[in-house]
């Protein structure tokens, strides 16, 4: 059965203090991972798609990466606009998008 | 700025009462989505429709209709809301079905008296 999980839950970090999130998938023929931000009260916001193994993408703090299995959101230096929630989704065979449920960034001044 | 538009962005109605919510597009995709998505839960696919052709998830109740009457217009009705359907709706588009990125709207807050 296709499936992500997200980890942490929740993440609380100290402005500047540098983490990355997980992502972690099993899925009959990934057709592509995207990540999205999600503010409180909003639609998700697409961040990156990446495609294959060992594929890089990057914008402003944020870093993502694809493994085989997983995928990491690295993020640089937070500040407390980045904190929202970051949802992960895979795209399977059947083009159908399956989401994580999602990581909850705060970060502090 | 090319986007996703969803009215209203507040709908409160009553147990029972028929609701119609609408979303628009100006990036001229061809597919489009419908999303429920309930507090601190993944969004969960009701539908979509690749231009004029209607595909329903498996698992969505009949209580969820949808009507496509042009490229740029999509709606989500539902016949008789109960409880359960609070929620926050999202609709999303595509320009193909694999691979590309969907792109969300800001969503209807859904509640029901």
């Known amino acids: 059965e296709d499936q992500v999980t997200q980890s942490p839950e929740a993440l609380r970090l100290q402005e500047g203090e540098s983490s990355s999130l997980n992502c972690s998938y099993t899925?009959?023929?990934?057709?592509?991972l995207f990540w999205y931000r999600q503010d409180p009260g909003k639609g998700p916001e697409f961040l990156f798609t990446?495609?294959?193994a060992g594929e890089e993408k990057e914008k402003e703090r944020l870093k993502a990466t694809l493994t085989k299995k997983e995928s990491f959101l690295h993020i640089t230096a937070p500040k407390p606009e980045d904190s929202a929630t970051y949802l992960c989704?895979?795209?399977?065979?059947?083009?159908?998008?399956?989401f994580g449920q999602g990581t909850t960034l705060q970060v502090k001044p | 700025d090319a986007m996703v538009i969803q009215n209203p962005r507040y709908q409160v109605t009553q147990f029972g009462k028929p609701v119609t919510l609408s979303c628009s597009q100006t990036?001229?995709?061809?597919?489009m989505y419908w999303y429920q998505q309930k507090s601190s839960q993944a969004p969960k696919l009701l539908f979509h429709?690749?231009?004029?052709?209607?595909?329903n998830e498996a698992d969505t109740p009949d209580n969820f209709q949808s009507r496509r009457p042009n490229t740029s217009f999509c709606f989500l009705d539902i016949r008789s809301p109960g409880l359960g359907d609070a929620a926050m709706y999202l609709c999303?588009?595509?320009?193909?079905?694999?691979?590309?990125?969907?792109?969300f709207g800001d969503g209807t807050r859904l509640s029901i008296l």
């Open positions: 999303a588009t595509s320009g193909e079905l694999n691979t590309q990125p969907q792109h």
């Open positions: 899925v009959s023929g990934l057709r592509g």
């Open positions: 990446l495609y294959s």
């Open positions: 989704a895979v795209q399977a065979r059947t083009g159908k998008l399956i």
């Open positions: 990036l001229n995709h061809n597919v």
């Open positions: 429709y690749y231009d004029k052709d209607f595909n």
